[in-house]
């Protein structure tokens, strides 16, 4: 008797996984089908991606990607993209480590209340200062430049680099620091020898989670830029125009400006919640 | 070498053989605060100056297509903007807009965050898929929506509707913000996903199983366990999409322009008509203020509950 | 030579002084043990000697130098955390041979030194393992090692043992004391533990608030304690004290009665003292004897029975509602209510007056 009890108690363990895998697909599946479906018609031809019904089964074609430059300069766009994000990452974290660095190891009365002002502006709608930065903009000569789609990057994402930074720079051990100190590291060998080395984790997806935001942001980079800076956000916003009836390179295009993003998301989203919630959640 | 240092120094070199070494730890002090001064220094001229402009902007008349006429006129801007007819649809819309789609992704992102919280087959891959959206540029998503998903004719819902012998429903002409909605929902619920599911991660085992000793079934336990412990997760979850969520923009912009008429237009995309379209500087300043004022008040919450995790660590 | 001198050393964080003035002399080659309650100021102590903190007034010299100021790389010292601190991303040989690269030291030089050194704690076929491969036996082991390369003056150690389970922290203990012994160098340790401090020191400064109690052998602090929270810290399990009043005091010693009633003579001098005024009198485990109800100075009841298969000891509850530990031999049988009859010898006792304070003995027989 205590024999049955105990396979029926495995049984129904096992039936409850089943259940609960059966259903979990089911909603990952719905929930990632715009994607999946996105990139099936980016293989259809653009017949084939208007017809009704949709169609699930049809001959792939690679024709929308080999004419990926044909309606617009998608090169350029991308280029825009990778020259913006990139560098403003790059000019974020050198502003953004340094800070971190001080305020994790040399904490000072201000320190907290530094940090948390710090994320207060990140909390400032884009819209509340629209307008003066477009009129400075403009003054400046840098509407539709990728400097200054860059300068605006690396504003906005600098208090979640140094926000995360600081948080991964908290969790290393002031003794091992120290030590470096005993041992007669100069402030700039303690960083790159000791503390560098031992946070590239944190570090590395400070990086992906800055190029993630800046590659998908989509409200400077509609308002600032026309078209010789403009990245990709922008060019496929021009898809929407009435003439854009190009379903298939639509997708061929998003497919292309979204994967490599989607792969950094895929890789570092553990350590993405950190900096997204501000370190709140971990 | 500040003054005071010197003069630290020159009260005790009797018998130090190096006073080029300074003592360290003022040494650290000073390049510690030469290390977070360009942070601080960008981001206040980035907080202060764009700012003090639209403060200033909001008060005075100021269009664009009437260059020079530019006198002091108080709070008139403030007045227009808030009883503008636009005004009321931005802010309704605003609120139906964040409203319905913190309901659905904290509804939605609690049960799938616990569902895919226990062990089955291939939960890796299914929570790479459930997270992916978050991860598509905006500008991508409101496109595939409109074009792949919510056509009434060629798109995907349509054949759904069709297969079940209803109406293909013209999303867009009919219901213009619950398209908008869903198409913010879709983007979001990831993230609360993501968030959730990560917090569920630290949920104590032993007190799990501690609960089921005292013999709490499955309710019970999400119920009296689950959710108690998700509730601050959930909270910062509400606060930061409440941020992000009073400034959609893109997803207006490539679907709908605001249309039609104004029924989706939200606080964000009424500004920028204002200032982009119609040129009215003056106006759109003072309701970029009010904007601020709002994402303020969920701020207040969001910077004081991260501060109090921050004393707690 | 390795001297190092403190002089009216003084150190506050804001409002709060940790340390209140520390005048303190370290030998050449001495085992100097820092020990007090969590919080008496004593990690903060070392972390001033290596220069990790700032100095709020007073000086540090190392042999005639002062190093108050000096970077704490540039003073001669090397330091052993608690953590262990070791570089996670180095081997043990490049953890090792870190701060001689940094000071610029020619390859072969340090090739040996770190080889020296890793013969010298058996570290040899760990070399080219990263930190966390190793047990936490061996991590002390390279953190020490870290600290043997640079040939320091000083070695200071900020609790190591702390984070080793009970049986290796005896056989580090063991091997610490063989290393000071074979280098023959001084070494500042600090510890809460007062085994490590009465078996690894030549030298025990006891701290407690900020301030020192007593410096001193570790016999002298065990036998003659300056004062009663000296007295109290060392030795395990804890001395006894009892209170009770002066009744009359002459050149052989002290009458004291206890709150139970009985009555002794202390040999302790008895100038400056009034008749009536309230002592605590203290008495090690060791130092009473458990006896016939009918014998005993006191009565008592027996409380809690500790077997520790040696000894065992012995809770005991007077009338009074005093306490007093006891140490029987490992077979003694009473049990738990029994009342015991408890002796000891008056010569045993020590006297603390009303502000903490031992009073001088007339004659010590140790």
């Not at chain 1, 710090?118 to 000569?141: A, N, R």
């Not at chain 3, 050449?28 to 903060?44: A, M, N, R, Y």
């Not at chain 3, 009859?341 to 304070?357: E, I, P, Q, Y």
Request: with cysteine; glycine share 6%.
């Amino acid at each position: 008797m205590i024999n049955s009890n105990i396979l029926s108690l495995k049984n129904s363990r096992r039936l409850n996984t089943l259940i609960i895998g059966v259903f979990a697909w089911t909603v990952a599946l719905l929930i990632f089908f715009p994607i999946l479906w996105m990139i099936l018609t980016s293989f259809k031809t653009e017949i084939d991606a208007f017809a009704t019904p949709p169609q699930l089964f049809f001959t792939p074609t690679l024709e929308n990607y080999a004419l990926i430059n044909e309606r617009s300069d998608y090169f350029h766009f991308a280029w825009n993209s990778v020259v913006v994000s990139f560098g403003s990452t790059i000019i974020g974290m050198l502003i953004a480590v340094p800070a971190a660095y001080s305020m994790a190891f040399f904490e000072t009365r201000r320190t907290k209340s530094t940090l948390l002002w710090m994320l207060s502006t990140k909390m400032l709608p884009p819209v509340g200062v629209l307008v003066p930065i477009y009129l400075l903009f403009k003054d400046f000569g840098l509407l539709d430049t990728r400097t200054g789609l860059t300068v605006i990057y690396t504003l906005i994402n600098l208090p979640i680099m140094v926000w995360m930074a600081y948080t991964y720079f908290k969790e290393i051990p002031k003794e091992v620091l120290e030590a470096a100190r005993m041992d007669g590291a100069t402030v700039a060998q303690e960083i790159y020898r000791v503390l560098l080395p031992m946070s590239k984790g944190g570090l590395a997806s400070t990086v992906l989670l800055s190029l993630i935001l800046s590659w998908n942001e989509a409200f400077w980079s509609l308002n600032l830029t026309a078209s010789a800076a403009a990245p990709l956000t922008a060019l496929i916003a021009s898809y929407s125009s009435p003439e854009g009836l190009f379903w298939a390179k639509l997708s061929a295009v998003s497919t292309l400006a979204c994967a490599p993003i989607l792969i950094f998301g895929w890789i570092s989203q553990k350590q993405l919640v950190r900096g997204l919630s501000f370190g709140a959640v971990k | 070498m500040s003054l005071s240092t010197v003069e630290t120094l020159s009260s005790r070199t009797t018998g130090s053989q190096d006073a080029s070494i300074v003592s360290i730890a003022k040494k650290n002090a000073r390049v510690s605060r030469y290390m977070v001064s360009p942070s601080v220094l960008v981001l206040l001229l980035w907080m202060i100056v764009p700012l003090s402009m639209t403060i200033y902007f909001s008060l005075i008349r100021y269009n664009l297509l009437y260059p020079g006429e530019n006198e002091f006129v108080g709070f008139e801007n403030y007045e227009f903007f808030l009883t503008d007819e636009g005004f009321f649809a931005g802010m309704g819309n605003t609120l139906l807009l964040v409203g319905f789609t913190l309901l659905i992704t904290v509804v939605l992102g609690v049960l799938i965050s616990v569902l895919v919280n226990k062990a089955f087959w291939g939960r890796g891959i299914v929570r790479v898929m459930l997270i992916s959206p978050f991860f598509i540029m905006p500008t991508v998503n409101a496109l595939v929506w409109k074009n792949l998903l919510l056509h009434p004719v060629s798109g995907v819902f349509a054949a759904v509707w069709t297969f079940f012998g209803a109406e293909p429903i013209d999303w867009f002409t009919h219901y213009p913000l619950t398209a908008i909605i869903m198409i913010v929902s879709w983007q979001w619920l990831p993230f609360a996903i993501l968030i959730l599911m990560t917090a569920l991660q630290s949920l104590d085992q032993e007190q799990q199983e501690a609960a089921r000793l005292d013999g709490a079934g499955p309710w019970a336990l999400f119920y009296h366990i689950t959710l108690p412990h998700l509730a601050r997760p959930i909270a910062v979850v509400v606060m930061i999409e409440t941020i992000f969520l009073l400034s959609i923009f893109a997803e207006i912009f490539t679907t709908t322009g605001g249309g039609p008429g104004y029924e989706t237009t939200n606080l964000a995309y009424l500004i920028y008509s204002q200032a982009l379209l119609q040129f009215d500087v003056g106006l759109a300043s003072a309701g970029g203020l009010i904007a601020v004022l709002l994402a303020n008040i969920a701020a207040f919450f969001l910077v004081r509950m991260i501060g109090k995790n921050l004393t707690e660590a | 030579m390795s001297n190092l001198t403190i002089k009216n050393l003084k150190k506050s964080y804001a409002d709060t002084e940790i340390l209140k003035g520390i005048n303190l002399d370290i030998k050449d080659h001495e085992f100097v043990v820092f020990v007090g309650p969590s919080g008496c100021g004593k990690s903060t102590l070392l972390r001033t000697i290596a220069g990790l903190e700032e100095a709020t007034s007073g000086n540090i010299y190392l042999d005639e130098r002062e190093i108050t100021d000096v970077a704490p790389a540039k003073r001669d010292l090397a330091m052993v955390f608690q953590t262990y601190a070791l570089y996670p991303h180095m081997t043990v040989r490049k953890n090792m041979s870190f701060a001689l690269e940094l000071a610029g030291t020619n390859k072969s030089e340090i090739e040996t030194k770190v080889n020296e050194a890793a013969r010298i704690l058996e570290l040899q076929p760990l070399l080219d393992r990263k930190p966390k491969e190793l047990s936490g036996g061996q991590r002390q082991r390279v953190a020490i090692g870290r600290s043997i390369v640079r040939h320091p003056k000083v070695f200071l150690f900020d609790e190591p043992l702390s984070n080793l389970d009970a049986a290796l922290r005896v056989q580090m203990r063991l091997e610490l004391a063989r290393l000071h012994h074979d280098l023959n160098a001084t070494m500042i340790y600090v510890t809460h533990d007062q085994i490590e401090a009465m078996t690894l020191a030549d030298k025990v400064v006891v701290l407690n608030q900020g301030h020192i109690e007593q410096v001193g052998t570790p016999m002298e602090l065990y036998h003659r304690p300056a004062n009663q929270f000296v007295a109290g810290f060392m030795g395990m399990p804890k001395m006894s004290f009892l209170p009770g009043q002066i009744i009359a005091g002459d050149n052989s010693g002290l009458q004291v009665q206890l709150a139970s009633g009985s009555k002794l003579e202390v040999p302790v001098r008895a100038e400056g003292l009034t008749k009536g005024s309230t002592i605590t009198l203290g008495i090690r485990p060791e130092h009473i004897q458990v006896t016939d109800q009918q014998e005993g100075r006191f009565k008592g009841r027996l409380d809690v029975t500790e077997h520790l298969g040696s000894d065992t000891f012995c809770y005991v509850q007077t009338s009074a509602k005093e306490t007093l530990t006891v140490r029987t031999p490992g077979d003694f049988s009473g049990r738990f209510g029994d009342t015991v009859g408890l002796n000891f010898d008056a010569a045993h006792c020590h006297l603390f007056g009303s502000d903490g304070r031992s009073l001088e003995r007339i004659q010590s027989n140790f």
